[in-house]
């Protein structure tokens, strides 16, 4: 394989292997076959966006053009946020190669995993 990329799934053979390697743990010491999704933001977070969207939804029948402006303005807020997050995971994981320190292969996964949920949620949409 001179020159060629390998990728994890050569590694392990399949894709399903992949797949499982970055499945969750089910709580009971066994792996699932599904990786659940996990939190993209705090429950604090995440309650205060779903606040601001009850909020907004509630003024609908009253003002429907500008309620339709502020949930653009709050998707975009949401947006903006996430890409904070995974910007600054990134740039800590970065940080860590440009030292010279190794990243474990557990906090690596945790970061795809946390990818995969995020890109699952946005197909899914």
Not at 18 to 32: I, K
């Amino acid at each position: 394989m001179s020159g060629e990329r390998t990728t994890t799934a050569d590694l392990l053979g399949r894709e399903d292997d992949a797949d499982g390697a970055l499945a969750r743990d089910d709580g009971d010491g066994g792996r699932t076959g599904v990786a659940r999704l996990e939190p993209l933001l705090s429950d604090d977070r995440s309650e205060s966006y779903r606040g601001r969207w009850h909020d907004l939804q509630a003024r609908f029948v009253d003002d429907p053009r500008d309620t339709v402006a502020d949930a653009d303005a709050l998707v975009a807020d949401l947006l903006q946020e996430l890409a904070r997050s995974f910007n600054d995971a990134r740039g800590r994981l970065e940080e860590q190669w440009s030292r010279g320190d190794d990243v474990s292969t557990e906090d690596l996964r945790i970061a795809l995993q946390r990818y995969r949920s995020f890109f699952e949620r946005l197909l899914a949409a």
